[in-house]
Protein backbone atom coordinates (compact mmCIF):
# COMPACT_ATOMS: atom_id res chain seq x y z
CA UNK A 1 0.00 0.00 0.00
CA UNK A 2 1.13 3.34 -1.01
CA UNK A 3 2.02 6.12 1.57
CA UNK A 4 -0.23 8.81 0.24
CA UNK A 5 -2.29 9.12 -2.66
CA UNK A 6 -3.25 13.30 -3.91
CA UNK A 7 -6.08 13.56 -6.69
CA UNK A 8 -5.56 16.64 -8.19
CA UNK A 9 -7.72 15.87 -11.40
CA UNK A 10 -11.16 17.71 -9.40
CA UNK A 11 -8.97 21.20 -8.71
CA UNK A 12 -9.05 22.05 -12.50
CA UNK A 13 -5.37 22.41 -12.13
CA UNK A 14 -3.04 21.29 -15.00
CA UNK A 15 0.17 21.29 -14.13
CA UNK A 16 2.47 22.89 -16.66
CA UNK A 17 6.24 22.20 -17.28
CA UNK A 18 7.03 25.51 -16.26
CA UNK A 19 4.84 24.76 -12.98
CA UNK A 20 7.20 22.00 -12.72
CA UNK A 21 10.07 23.66 -12.97
CA UNK A 22 9.11 26.16 -10.72
CA UNK A 23 8.77 23.71 -7.78
CA UNK A 24 11.77 21.58 -9.09
CA UNK A 25 13.80 24.37 -7.90
CA UNK A 26 11.80 25.59 -5.03
CA UNK A 27 12.52 21.86 -3.93
CA UNK A 28 16.27 21.69 -4.62
CA UNK A 29 16.76 25.30 -2.57
CA UNK A 30 15.51 23.42 0.41
CA UNK A 31 18.27 20.93 0.09
CA UNK A 32 21.20 22.76 -1.34
CA UNK A 33 20.34 25.66 1.75
CA UNK A 34 20.40 28.33 -0.75
CA UNK A 35 16.89 30.03 -0.28
CA UNK A 36 15.94 31.98 2.38
CA UNK A 37 15.88 31.46 6.07
CA UNK A 38 18.68 29.11 5.15
CA UNK A 39 19.75 28.48 8.89
CA UNK A 40 15.90 26.47 9.57
CA UNK A 41 16.46 24.42 7.43
CA UNK A 42 16.80 21.30 9.83
CA UNK A 43 13.38 19.53 9.64
CA UNK A 44 14.31 18.66 5.73
CA UNK A 45 16.80 15.70 6.13
CA UNK A 46 15.10 15.32 10.11
CA UNK A 47 13.85 11.93 9.59
CA UNK A 48 16.20 10.39 8.30
CA UNK A 49 19.15 11.52 10.87
CA UNK A 50 16.87 10.31 13.45
CA UNK A 51 18.89 6.74 14.52
CA UNK A 52 18.45 4.20 17.10
CA UNK A 53 19.68 5.24 20.29
CA UNK A 54 17.82 8.88 20.05
CA UNK A 55 14.83 6.98 19.71
CA UNK A 56 16.11 4.11 22.47
CA UNK A 57 17.03 8.06 24.78
CA UNK A 58 13.59 9.46 24.20
CA UNK A 59 11.99 5.87 25.27
CA UNK A 60 13.92 5.70 27.97
CA UNK A 61 13.38 8.83 29.54
CA UNK A 62 9.50 8.45 28.63
CA UNK A 63 9.83 5.27 30.66
CA UNK A 64 11.13 7.22 33.55
CA UNK A 65 8.16 9.68 33.51
CA UNK A 66 5.19 6.90 32.78
CA UNK A 67 6.23 4.85 36.16
CA UNK A 68 6.33 7.83 37.96
CA UNK A 69 3.35 9.26 37.04
CA UNK A 70 -0.45 8.96 36.57
CA UNK A 71 -0.51 12.43 34.17
CA UNK A 72 2.17 14.32 32.56
CA UNK A 73 2.07 17.85 32.05
CA UNK A 74 3.29 19.17 28.74
CA UNK A 75 3.82 22.84 28.98
CA UNK A 76 4.94 24.79 25.71
CA UNK A 77 3.28 26.96 23.12
CA UNK A 78 2.87 26.76 19.36
CA UNK A 79 4.94 24.24 17.73
CA UNK A 80 5.91 23.43 21.49
CA UNK A 81 2.68 21.84 21.62
CA UNK A 82 0.49 21.46 18.58
CA UNK A 83 2.68 18.58 16.94
CA UNK A 84 2.38 16.58 19.87
CA UNK A 85 -0.96 17.70 20.86
CA UNK A 86 -1.97 16.16 17.02
CA UNK A 87 -0.29 13.19 16.98
CA UNK A 88 -1.81 12.05 20.69
CA UNK A 89 -5.21 13.28 19.29
CA UNK A 90 -5.27 11.06 16.21
CA UNK A 91 -3.65 8.29 17.99
CA UNK A 92 -6.05 8.11 21.14
CA UNK A 93 -9.44 6.51 21.64
CA UNK A 94 -11.70 9.17 22.10
CA UNK A 95 -13.14 8.25 25.18
CA UNK A 96 -9.86 6.82 26.52
CA UNK A 97 -11.45 9.85 29.77
CA UNK A 98 -14.06 7.11 30.25
CA UNK A 99 -12.03 4.11 30.93
CA UNK A 100 -11.68 3.27 34.14
CA UNK A 101 -8.28 1.92 33.62
CA UNK A 102 -5.45 3.91 31.66
CA UNK A 103 -2.72 1.72 29.98
CA UNK A 104 -0.94 5.00 29.11
CA UNK A 105 -0.26 8.35 31.27
CA UNK A 106 -2.42 11.10 30.65
CA UNK A 107 -0.63 13.82 29.06
CA UNK A 108 -2.48 17.09 28.97
CA UNK A 109 -0.94 20.48 28.22
CA UNK A 110 -0.26 23.96 29.78
CA UNK A 111 1.90 26.92 28.65
CA UNK A 112 -0.49 27.31 25.53
CA UNK A 113 -2.30 30.25 27.14
CA UNK A 114 -2.68 32.37 30.00
CA UNK A 115 -6.26 31.77 30.95
CA UNK A 116 -6.87 31.56 34.80
CA UNK A 117 -9.43 29.68 35.08
CA UNK A 118 -7.45 26.55 32.72
CA UNK A 119 -4.63 26.86 35.18
CA UNK A 120 -6.76 26.59 38.27
CA UNK A 121 -8.70 24.06 36.94
CA UNK A 122 -5.80 21.85 35.78
CA UNK A 123 -3.80 22.27 39.05
CA UNK A 124 -6.85 21.09 40.90
CA UNK A 125 -7.36 18.23 38.61
CA UNK A 126 -4.11 17.16 39.12
CA UNK A 127 -3.74 16.80 43.07
CA UNK A 128 -4.95 13.64 43.52
CA UNK A 129 -2.70 12.20 40.77
CA UNK A 130 0.64 11.63 40.64
CA UNK A 131 2.39 14.32 38.09
CA UNK A 132 5.32 14.99 35.69
CA UNK A 133 5.95 17.96 33.92
CA UNK A 134 7.43 18.39 30.34
CA UNK A 135 8.63 21.99 29.65
CA UNK A 136 9.67 22.74 26.31
CA UNK A 137 11.00 26.41 25.74
CA UNK A 138 14.42 27.25 23.63
CA UNK A 139 15.01 30.53 25.60
CA UNK A 140 12.83 29.38 28.87
CA UNK A 141 11.09 33.44 28.80
CA UNK A 142 8.66 33.34 26.37
CA UNK A 143 5.80 34.64 28.34
CA UNK A 144 2.64 31.90 28.72
CA UNK A 145 4.84 28.68 29.21
CA UNK A 146 7.40 30.22 31.18
CA UNK A 147 3.90 30.94 33.76
CA UNK A 148 2.46 27.46 33.48
CA UNK A 149 6.30 25.99 34.29
CA UNK A 150 6.57 28.78 37.26
CA UNK A 151 3.44 27.52 38.71
CA UNK A 152 3.56 23.57 37.91
CA UNK A 153 7.58 23.54 39.70
CA UNK A 154 6.44 25.00 42.61
CA UNK A 155 3.34 22.29 42.81
CA UNK A 156 5.53 19.37 42.46
CA UNK A 157 8.44 20.86 44.77
CA UNK A 158 5.77 21.27 47.33
CA UNK A 159 4.28 17.91 46.69
CA UNK A 160 7.53 16.16 46.21
CA UNK A 161 10.42 18.58 47.45
CA UNK A 162 12.72 19.42 45.45
CA UNK A 163 14.88 16.64 44.74
CA UNK A 164 12.13 14.45 43.37
CA UNK A 165 10.60 17.38 41.47
CA UNK A 166 13.70 17.32 39.76
CA UNK A 167 13.36 13.19 38.60
CA UNK A 168 10.07 14.61 37.52
CA UNK A 169 10.63 17.25 35.22
CA UNK A 170 12.59 17.00 31.88
CA UNK A 171 13.86 20.15 30.24
CA UNK A 172 13.43 20.46 26.21
CA UNK A 173 15.30 23.33 25.48
CA UNK A 174 18.24 24.78 23.97
CA UNK A 175 21.50 22.99 23.92
CA UNK A 176 23.50 25.95 25.38
CA UNK A 177 22.27 28.62 26.70
CA UNK A 178 18.78 30.51 28.05
CA UNK A 179 17.05 30.84 31.27
CA UNK A 180 15.54 26.99 31.01
CA UNK A 181 19.14 25.58 30.13
CA UNK A 182 20.24 27.29 33.00
CA UNK A 183 17.92 25.85 35.30
CA UNK A 184 17.92 23.00 34.14
CA UNK A 185 21.80 22.90 34.70
CA UNK A 186 21.45 23.83 38.01
CA UNK A 187 18.58 21.55 39.06
CA UNK A 188 19.87 18.67 37.63
CA UNK A 189 16.55 18.16 34.99
CA UNK A 190 16.77 15.35 32.63
CA UNK A 191 17.21 17.93 29.49
CA UNK A 192 16.63 17.18 25.46
CA UNK A 193 18.29 19.96 22.95
CA UNK A 194 15.91 21.27 20.37
CA UNK A 195 18.11 21.90 17.21
CA UNK A 196 19.39 25.87 16.48
CA UNK A 197 18.20 24.92 12.56
CA UNK A 198 14.13 23.55 13.45
CA UNK A 199 11.80 25.78 14.06
CA UNK A 200 9.36 25.22 16.46
CA UNK A 201 6.53 24.32 13.94
CA UNK A 202 8.92 21.73 12.02
CA UNK A 203 9.61 20.35 15.60
CA UNK A 204 6.93 17.19 16.29
CA UNK A 205 9.75 14.49 14.74
CA UNK A 206 12.48 16.60 17.58
CA UNK A 207 12.08 15.69 21.00
CA UNK A 208 9.48 18.06 21.27
CA UNK A 209 7.20 15.92 19.77
CA UNK A 210 8.57 12.77 20.22
CA UNK A 211 8.94 12.51 24.32
CA UNK A 212 5.64 13.48 25.30
CA UNK A 213 4.49 11.25 22.33
CA UNK A 214 6.42 8.62 23.62
CA UNK A 215 4.74 9.15 27.31
CA UNK A 216 1.56 9.03 25.84
CA UNK A 217 2.14 5.72 24.32
CA UNK A 218 2.46 6.11 20.85
CA UNK A 219 4.89 4.62 18.76
CA UNK A 220 7.20 6.95 17.49
CA UNK A 221 9.61 4.22 15.78
CA UNK A 222 6.73 4.10 13.49
CA UNK A 223 6.08 8.00 13.20
CA UNK A 224 9.63 8.43 12.38
CA UNK A 225 9.29 5.24 9.59
CA UNK A 226 6.55 7.41 7.71
CA UNK A 227 8.43 10.99 8.04
CA UNK A 228 11.60 8.80 6.47
CA UNK A 229 9.56 6.76 3.95
CA UNK A 230 7.92 10.52 3.35
CA UNK A 231 11.04 12.10 3.09
CA UNK A 232 12.87 9.42 0.73
CA UNK A 233 9.79 10.12 -1.63
CA UNK A 234 9.72 13.99 -1.64
CA UNK A 235 13.48 14.67 -2.48
CA UNK A 236 15.15 16.85 -4.70
CA UNK A 237 16.12 14.11 -7.03
CA UNK A 238 12.11 12.68 -7.38
CA UNK A 239 10.43 13.98 -10.41
CA UNK A 240 7.33 16.54 -9.62
CA UNK A 241 5.35 13.91 -11.69
CA UNK A 242 6.06 11.19 -8.60
CA UNK A 243 6.72 14.33 -5.80
CA UNK A 244 3.19 15.26 -4.21
CA UNK A 245 4.37 17.46 -2.03
CA UNK A 246 5.54 19.41 -4.66
CA UNK A 247 2.38 18.67 -6.81
CA UNK A 248 0.43 20.28 -3.65
CA UNK A 249 2.56 23.15 -3.09
CA UNK A 250 2.09 23.97 -7.56
CA UNK A 251 -1.81 23.37 -7.10
CA UNK A 252 -1.95 25.71 -4.00
CA UNK A 253 -0.45 28.40 -5.40
CA UNK A 254 -2.34 28.34 -8.83
CA UNK A 255 -5.34 28.75 -6.70
CA UNK A 256 -4.06 31.43 -5.01
CA UNK A 257 -3.33 33.30 -8.33
CA UNK A 258 -7.02 32.70 -9.43
CA UNK A 259 -7.95 34.55 -6.61
CA UNK A 260 -8.67 31.65 -3.86
CA UNK A 261 -7.08 32.76 -0.66
CA UNK A 262 -8.34 30.60 1.92
CA UNK A 263 -7.52 27.09 2.16
CA UNK A 264 -10.31 24.89 3.95
CA UNK A 265 -8.59 21.36 5.31
CA UNK A 266 -11.45 19.01 6.04
CA UNK A 267 -11.28 15.68 7.24
CA UNK A 268 -14.44 13.59 8.05
CA UNK A 269 -12.08 12.08 11.32
CA UNK A 270 -12.79 13.98 14.48
CA UNK A 271 -9.44 12.43 16.03
CA UNK A 272 -7.96 14.59 12.94
CA UNK A 273 -8.79 17.88 14.13
CA UNK A 274 -5.44 18.79 15.73
CA UNK A 275 -3.68 18.13 12.62
CA UNK A 276 -5.47 20.61 11.13
CA UNK A 277 -4.73 22.73 14.32
CA UNK A 278 -1.03 21.92 13.58
CA UNK A 279 -1.35 22.60 9.79
CA UNK A 280 -2.73 26.05 10.41
CA UNK A 281 0.35 27.09 12.12
CA UNK A 282 2.29 25.41 9.73
CA UNK A 283 0.79 26.96 7.05
CA UNK A 284 0.08 30.26 8.30
CA UNK A 285 3.00 31.23 10.14
CA UNK A 286 5.17 29.91 7.36
CA UNK A 287 3.33 31.62 4.33
CA UNK A 288 1.68 35.05 6.18
CA UNK A 289 4.35 37.68 5.54
CA UNK A 290 4.97 40.68 3.44
CA UNK A 291 0.89 40.88 2.78
CA UNK A 292 0.74 37.88 0.89
CA UNK A 293 -0.46 34.68 2.19
CA UNK A 294 -3.43 31.95 1.99
CA UNK A 295 -5.39 31.81 4.91
CA UNK A 296 -5.85 28.39 6.62
CA UNK A 297 -9.08 27.78 7.78
CA UNK A 298 -10.33 24.21 8.33
CA UNK A 299 -13.19 21.92 9.13
CA UNK A 300 -14.53 18.51 10.52
CA UNK A 301 -16.92 16.97 8.23
CA UNK A 302 -19.75 15.90 8.23
CA UNK A 303 -20.12 17.71 11.35
CA UNK A 304 -19.38 21.17 10.14
CA UNK A 305 -21.58 20.26 7.16
CA UNK A 306 -24.26 21.99 9.59
CA UNK A 307 -22.47 25.04 10.33
CA UNK A 308 -20.00 26.27 7.94
CA UNK A 309 -21.47 23.95 5.19
CA UNK A 310 -23.87 26.94 3.68
CA UNK A 311 -20.90 29.36 3.57
CA UNK A 312 -19.03 26.97 1.79
CA UNK A 313 -21.18 26.09 -0.15
CA UNK A 314 -22.59 29.53 -1.05
CA UNK A 315 -20.55 32.28 0.15
CA UNK A 316 -17.92 34.58 -1.41
CA UNK A 317 -15.74 32.26 -4.01
CA UNK A 318 -12.81 32.75 -2.70
CA UNK A 319 -11.47 29.51 -1.28
CA UNK A 320 -10.52 25.71 -2.23
CA UNK A 321 -11.11 22.98 -0.27
CA UNK A 322 -8.43 20.34 0.59
CA UNK A 323 -9.53 16.91 2.22
CA UNK A 324 -7.79 14.67 4.10
CA UNK A 325 -9.68 10.92 3.49
CA UNK A 326 -8.74 7.97 5.43
CA UNK A 327 -8.50 4.85 3.09
CA UNK A 328 -9.44 2.31 6.23
CA UNK A 329 -11.28 2.38 9.98
CA UNK A 330 -9.88 0.37 12.75
CA UNK A 331 -12.93 -0.60 13.48
CA UNK A 332 -16.21 -1.79 12.32
CA UNK A 333 -19.49 -0.74 12.81
CA UNK A 334 -22.72 -1.46 10.63
CA UNK A 335 -26.32 -0.46 10.72
CA UNK A 336 -28.69 -2.52 11.32
CA UNK A 337 -32.49 -3.25 10.21
CA UNK A 338 -35.02 -2.12 12.32
CA UNK A 339 -38.52 -3.73 11.85
CA UNK A 340 -41.07 0.02 12.48
CA UNK A 341 -37.94 1.57 10.25
CA UNK A 342 -39.58 5.22 11.52
CA UNK A 343 -36.64 6.86 10.06
CA UNK A 344 -36.11 5.25 7.29
CA UNK A 345 -32.57 3.88 7.01
CA UNK A 346 -33.69 0.28 6.81
CA UNK A 347 -32.16 0.98 2.47
CA UNK A 348 -28.47 0.92 4.82
CA UNK A 349 -29.16 -1.90 6.59
CA UNK A 350 -26.02 -3.94 6.56
CA UNK A 351 -23.70 -1.17 5.61
CA UNK A 352 -20.16 -0.24 7.99
CA UNK A 353 -20.52 3.78 8.94
CA UNK A 354 -17.36 4.05 7.07
CA UNK A 355 -19.03 3.34 3.41
CA UNK A 356 -21.59 5.81 4.72
CA UNK A 357 -19.13 8.28 5.54
CA UNK A 358 -17.27 7.83 2.06
CA UNK A 359 -20.61 8.38 0.34
CA UNK A 360 -21.24 11.81 2.32
CA UNK A 361 -17.36 12.73 1.27
CA UNK A 362 -18.61 12.30 -2.49
CA UNK A 363 -21.60 13.75 -2.05
CA UNK A 364 -20.08 16.59 -0.65
CA UNK A 365 -17.27 16.41 -2.71
CA UNK A 366 -19.37 17.39 -5.81
CA UNK A 367 -21.63 19.56 -4.54
CA UNK A 368 -18.72 21.91 -3.61
CA UNK A 369 -17.07 21.68 -6.99
CA UNK A 370 -21.04 22.64 -8.19
CA UNK A 371 -20.88 25.48 -5.84
CA UNK A 372 -17.73 26.61 -7.42
CA UNK A 373 -15.02 25.29 -4.65
CA UNK A 374 -12.43 23.27 -6.31
CA UNK A 375 -10.94 20.40 -4.33
CA UNK A 376 -7.89 18.83 -3.12
CA UNK A 377 -8.08 15.14 -1.78
CA UNK A 378 -5.23 13.39 0.10
CA UNK A 379 -5.75 9.77 1.08
CA UNK A 380 -4.14 8.06 3.54
CA UNK A 381 -4.70 4.47 4.15
CA UNK A 382 -5.34 4.45 8.07
CA UNK A 383 -4.91 6.64 10.84
CA UNK A 384 -1.69 4.97 12.70
CA UNK A 385 1.75 6.00 13.10
CA UNK A 386 2.99 5.30 10.03
CA UNK A 387 0.63 6.98 8.20
CA UNK A 388 0.10 10.38 10.45
CA UNK A 389 4.13 10.24 10.47
CA UNK A 390 4.30 10.24 6.40
CA UNK A 391 1.26 12.92 6.68
CA UNK A 392 3.45 15.50 8.59
CA UNK A 393 6.60 15.44 6.79
CA UNK A 394 4.29 15.78 3.30
CA UNK A 395 2.79 19.05 4.57
CA UNK A 396 6.38 20.60 5.46
CA UNK A 397 7.91 19.29 2.84
CA UNK A 398 4.70 20.69 0.55
CA UNK A 399 4.64 23.97 2.81
CA UNK A 400 8.70 25.10 2.55
CA UNK A 401 8.33 24.04 -1.81
CA UNK A 402 5.10 26.66 -1.59
CA UNK A 403 6.52 29.14 0.40
CA UNK A 404 9.65 29.71 -1.90
CA UNK A 405 6.85 29.86 -5.03
CA UNK A 406 5.29 31.98 -3.21
CA UNK A 407 8.35 33.98 -2.65
CA UNK A 408 8.55 34.51 0.82
CA UNK A 409 10.87 33.18 3.70
CA UNK A 410 8.55 30.79 4.73
CA UNK A 411 11.02 30.06 8.49
CA UNK A 412 10.94 33.26 9.97
CA UNK A 413 7.65 34.96 12.02
CA UNK A 414 8.59 38.07 12.35
CA UNK A 415 5.16 39.37 13.24
CA UNK A 416 4.68 37.14 16.07
CA UNK A 417 6.90 39.73 18.25
CA UNK A 418 4.54 42.77 17.55
CA UNK A 419 2.23 41.90 20.51
CA UNK A 420 4.85 40.15 22.71
CA UNK A 421 6.21 44.17 22.90
CA UNK A 422 2.70 45.50 23.52
CA UNK A 423 2.10 42.81 26.19
CA UNK A 424 5.19 43.53 28.01
CA UNK A 425 4.57 47.30 27.75
CA UNK A 426 1.41 46.92 29.21
CA UNK A 427 2.35 44.87 32.15
CA UNK A 428 5.46 47.63 32.70
CA UNK A 429 8.17 45.08 32.35
CA UNK A 430 11.46 46.94 33.32
CA UNK A 431 13.15 48.20 29.97
CA UNK A 432 10.12 48.73 28.61
CA UNK A 433 9.22 52.38 30.13
CA UNK A 434 9.20 54.39 27.10
CA UNK A 435 7.23 51.85 24.67
CA UNK A 436 4.41 52.13 28.37
CA UNK A 437 4.30 55.80 27.67
CA UNK A 438 3.54 55.52 24.32
CA UNK A 439 1.11 52.19 24.50
CA UNK A 440 -1.03 53.73 27.30
CA UNK A 441 -1.47 57.03 25.60
CA UNK A 442 -3.31 54.91 23.18
CA UNK A 443 -5.65 53.58 25.36
Known amino acids: MSLMKLETAKSGVVISEEMKAQAAAANKLLHTGEGAGNDFLGWVNLPSSIDANQIEAIEAQAAKLRAKADVVICIGIGGSYLGAKAVIEAMSNSFEFLNKKHANPTVVFAGQNISEDYTHELLEATKEYSVAAIVISKSGTTTEPAIAFRLIKAELEKRYGKAEAAERIVAIT ?233 GVNPFNQPGVEAYKKNMFALLDKPGYEEESKAIKARL
Open 174 to 406: DKARGALKTLATQEGYPTFVIPDNVGGRFSVLTPVGLLPLAVAGVDIKALVAGAQAMEKATGADVPVEENLAAQYAIVRNEFYKAGKKIEILGSYEPKLLYVAEWWKQLYGESEGKDGLGIFPASVTLTADLHSMGQYIQEGERTLFETIISVAESKYEVKVESEEANLDGLNFLTGKRLSQINKMAELGVQLAHIDGGVPQLRIEIPAINETSIGALIYFFEKACGISGYIL
